[in-house]
């Protein structure tokens, strides 16, 4: 990977980076931001990176070995041959703008309710994949 | 004998003012209403000195008694040399007739614009049914004539503040009432009479002892030894002041106790009430650290169960890779760059053509390539299947992190409630300081009374050593005079004296005695009488003129009686007084019911409706404890109401209620 940072849209870079701090989860750093937004963006993605002018949102020294597992995972799918998952800077901008439209399903959500009502809502949701997944039998390994 | 009525005019804040309470058809209950600070003390002083020449009670904000009695606004109306009189006039009436007894001074204004007391007087007015009135002026006579319808020495017991209503019995361990027996025995005469053989006795022993030396020495030393005991600051005053001190300090520490009831300390509560603030705090900390773990937690799973079905098919996408062993094989890329390099294949042993060189530089072009995706691929499953893992863990965390978060609020729940329930308790004092002191005087009570007690012990012990010591010199005494033939007459003389002496006490002990006995005789059946409900089972004035109050269940119980039932007592002694003293005068009581609470105000306030139907009866009452109930009890009854304001701070106005 050439690119050093993570880029987010610079029109809305002031309400996601407010993200971190509106109490409504606990993130570490905005890369934890970031990683949500990519997992909830995922159902919404078609593909697209980000259009508009960018801002660098966190080094990509701060991924861990686990986020990259996890960015490849989510953005395989995306790819035509599993071979471009070594293409980093694709694999990059399509995480960018798979986490811009995790951003605007965040931003929409936690304007709409208070942080406790937002924090049982996603308890629910996790609840709900976590029957899925059992379901599906995702944990056998 | 009744008060038909009292006149008043410039006395300090009563300019010109006339009470009167006619006969009454059946209960001779009269009140008069002022909220506090209006001087209704002050009136009950202008009674006592109008018959006394002293104002004899505490008057709140009027501590300094040396201001003129004169009213000030009269003085400031008044022009210099110009003269008031301040004057009281009380009309008493019974069967034979009427008495008015007035008291006037007269001041003249200084032109200091002070008031100058330039003469007082006094004068009886005594009017019989039948006859013509007679006229006294003397002091004398003035006194004379008040002591034989409400003498000085037991006036406390038809003039009263409520305050000694309510504390009378309670606080002199039978000092009082011994006093107040011999007061009203007249047996004064008998008394001086004691004293007077006591001496005589004391001067012939004396006497006698004086004629010989060996006598005179054991006089010396059984006088001595009679002082230390009955001196002034003798064992025995000693012993009596301490165990008195001693019976006051159990007896307010019953008080004390049965004020606070069953109620703990609001020290101990509030200290209580802390620790558990503390322990919130220290909840709610958790709380919000609890909180914060399951924000965290939420945005971490949320991450990985989103994930969750990428991430196993990525997994499972490179096991299956792994298994048909798609993943490129590893292979010496340097072996091939050098086959390129030396066109020579190692594996044929030939030279390399130009097509075979283009076949072996596309090889190593797409081995990169491919190499670089398996090792991305291999290094992911690792971490892949610990983030599985990871997200099969979620049910476990969360049921640890909300079963917390569970714990954490019911704790919290519990412990509101307990501060509340505290607080609720807390709050209802409306005086915490009050009870602070309470305990803090009971602590100091209970203190006291353990080292009192071993003091008065101890005094006891000596004080019947010393005792024994006095027999033995007396005797010693005696026998030393018997031996000097030449005192025989004195000796004689002192014998008879100091048995004259002795059979005088023993019938004073004896009158004492039967008074004693019949005014609790008296008391005692006024008392049930009078009483509300019934849970005493006798109620006396005892040998040593204490009063007692047994309950239901045998025990003593004075202490723990309710300022209602105290009141009550006092009340039935001061009845039984009046009757057995011949002195049946009315009883004016100032705040009657302040000091007694809840529903027994209106019994004692009934109570004291129904003495009226015998007794003429004054109440000078405070709003407060006018209440309506108070009221229903009083109003529909009463034979006179009247309501006093201030005006101006200055003055009292007179208005029939």
């Known amino acids: 990977m050439d690119q050093d940072r993570i880029y987010i849209d610079k029109n809305r870079q002031k309400e996601i980076r407010s993200i971190k701090d509106a109490g409504y989860l606990s993130f570490d750093n905005q890369k934890d931001v970031f990683m949500l937004a990519m997992a909830l963006g995922i159902d919404c993605y078609n593909g697209g990176t980000l259009e508009n002018a960018k801002d660098g949102f966190f080094n990509d020294r701060d991924l861990s070995e686990a986020d990259k597992s996890l960015i490849y995972s989510l953005i395989a799918p995306e790819l035509d041959s599993i071979e471009e998952i070594t293409n980093r800077e694709l694999v990059l901008k399509k995480a960018e703008g798979m986490a811009d439209k995790g951003f605007t399903i965040i931003l929409e959500e936690m304007s709409e309710t208070s942080p406790e009502v937002y924090q049982l809502q996603m308890l629910q949701k996790a609840n709900q994949l976590f029957l899925e997944a059992s379901k599906n039998k995702y944990f056998d390994i | ?657």
């Not at chain 2, 291999?378 to 599985?388: C, V």
């Not at chain 2, 909300?402 to 709050?427: H, M, P, V």
């Not at chain 2, 009046?578 to 705040?591: M, N, Y």
């Open chain 2, 1 to 657: 004998m009744k008060i038909k009525n009292i006149r008043i005019n410039n006395f300090r804040q009563y300019m010109d003012v006339l009470l009167e309470f006619p006969e009454a058809n059946v209960y001779d209950l009269n009140y008069i209403l002022a909220e506090n600070g209006i001087g209704k003390t002050t009136l009950l002083n202008s009674i006592t000195w109008c018959f006394y020449g002293k104002e004899l009670h505490i008057t709140e904000g009027l501590k300094d008694k040396t201001l003129p009695l004169l009213t000030l606004k009269k003085l400031r109306e008044m022009n210099v040399s110009d003269e008031a009189d301040t004057s009281v006039s009380i009309t008493l009436e019974d069967i034979d007739g009427e008495i008015t007894f007035t008291r006037w001074v007269t001041y003249r204004k200084t032109e200091e614009g002070m008031a100058y007391e330039k003469s007082k007087s006094q004068k009886v007015i005594i009017a019989p049914k039948s006859g013509e009135p007679d006229v006294l002026s003397s002091e004398e006579d003035f006194k004379i004539e008040v002591n034989k319808r409400l003498p000085f020495k037991i006036q406390q017991f038809f003039f009263f503040d409520g305050e000694q209503l309510d504390t009378y019995l309670a606080s002199t361990a039978g000092e009082n009432v011994e006093q107040t027996v011999l007061q009203i025995s007249q047996i004064d005469l008998l008394v001086t009479m004691e004293k007077n053989l006591a001496t005589v006795s004391d001067e012939m022993r004396r006497a006698a002892a004086r004629a010989n030396s060996q006598s005179a020495e054991i006089n010396k030393r059984y006088e001595k030894q009679k002082d230390e005991i009955e001196g002034e600051n003798g064992l025995e005053a000693k012993y009596r002041k301490d165990k008195q001190d001693l019976e006051d300090a159990k007896f307010r520490l019953d008080a004390i106790k049965s004020e606070l009831g069953e109620d703990p300390d609001v020290t101990e509560l509030e200290a209580k009430r802390d620790d558990l603030d503390a322990k919130l705090r220290e909840l709610k900390t958790e709380q919000e650290s609890n909180a914060y773990a399951i924000k965290y937690f939420l945005k971490k799973y949320l991450i990985l169960l989103s994930s969750l079905p990428r991430m196993k098919k990525m997994y499972d996408l490179i096991l299956e890779k792994e298994k048909n062993k798609q993943l490129p094989p590893k292979y010496d890329k340097e072996e091939l760059e050098e086959m390129v390099k030396n066109h020579h294949c190692n594996v044929c042993d030939r030279e390399l053509d130009t097509n075979s060189t283009i076949f072996i530089l596309e090889l190593i072009k797409r081995y990169e390539l491919g190499q670089e995706t398996g090792t991305l691929l291999t290094r992911m499953l690792g971490t892949l299947q610990i983030q599985i893992q990871e997200a099969s863990r979620y049910e476990a965390e969360r049921d640890k992190l909300y079963g917390e978060k569970k714990r954490i609020e019911q704790d919290i729940a519990t412990l509101s409630n307990e501060i509340k329930r505290l607080d609720s308790i807390i709050d209802k004092y409306t005086n915490k300081d009050h009870i602070i002191m309470l305990y803090r005087n009971r602590s100091e009570l209970e203190r006291y009374i353990e080292s009192a007690n071993k003091t008065v012990i101890r005094e006891e012990i000596e004080l019947e050593t010393a005792k024994k010591e006095l027999d033995e010199l007396h005797k010693e005494l005696l026998a030393a005079l018997n031996k000097d033939e030449n005192n025989k007459k004195l000796r004689k003389e002192a014998a008879l004296a100091e048995n004259a002496k002795n059979k005088v006490s023993e019938i004073i002990t004896q009158i004492k005695g039967g008074i004693r006995k019949q005014i609790s005789d008296e008391m005692s059946a006024k008392f049930f009488e009078l009483m509300w409900k019934r849970k005493f089972s006798s109620v006396e004035i005892t040998e040593n003129y204490s009063a007692s109050v047994i309950n239901n269940d045998g025990f003593e119980c004075l202490g723990s009686c309710s300022a209602a039932e105290r009141e009550l007592l006092v009340l039935a002694f001061t009845l039984a007084l009046h009757k057995e003293s011949g002195f049946d005068g009315p009883l004016v009581i100032d705040t009657p019911i302040s000091r007694i609470s809840g529903d027994l105000r209106v019994a004692f306030a009934k109570v004291l409706r129904s003495v009226s139907e015998n007794k003429q009866i004054i109440l000078f009452v405070t709003d407060d404890e006018y209440s309506v109930n108070v009221r229903d009890v009083f109003e529909p009854y009463a034979n006179r109401k009247y309501k006093f304001e201030l005006v101006d701070e200055d003055y009292v106005k007179v208005g029939e209620m």
